[in-house]
């Protein structure tokens, strides 16, 4: 079970850090990605990242301005976001990626995925 937290209302121009932990197990093999879904919208693949190897990857929409990273701890994922727009608000999840991250922004695969309860992240002055 993973479980985003850390959402919020924020103006544009700010920035927000929401985490992933991992309940019971760790991540060290794992790739976690990050997903949102704006209202009306499909979900999209953020950012992933692979845990063993630590290569990360980035949504032309994000890149630059999000950062992935691995905890001190093996069962949590950061994603720090900066400048936020408004195009940014949307529910954040976290879930398992393929492995090394291939595909992990395939809607197929998002859309065979469950999903938790994910964190709102509002972007708006």
């Known amino acids: 079970q993973l479980q985003a937290s850390g959402g919020g209302l924020v103006q544009p121009g700010g920035s927000l850090r929401l985490s992933c932990a991992a309940s019971?197990?760790?991540?060290?093999?794992?790739?976690i990605g990050w997903f949102r879904q704006a209202p009306g919208k499909e979900r999209e693949g953020v950012s992933c990242?692979?845990?063993?190897?630590?290569?990360?990857y980035y949504s032309d929409a994000v890149k630059g301005r999000f950062t992935i990273s691995r905890g001190n701890a093996k069962n949590t994922v950061y994603l720090q976001m900066n400048s936020l727009k408004p195009e940014d608000t949307a529910v954040y999840y976290c879930?398992?990626?393929?492995?090394?991250?291939?595909?992990?922004?395939?809607?197929?695969?998002?859309?065979?995925?469950?999903w938790g309860q994910g964190t709102l992240v509002t972007v708006s002055s």
């Open positions: 879930s398992r990626a393929p492995v090394g991250c291939l595909g992990y922004q395939e809607i197929d695969f998002m859309r065979a995925k469950s």
């Open positions: 019971g197990f760790t991540l060290d093999y794992s790739a």
């Open positions: 990242i692979s845990m063993s190897v630590g290569a990360t």
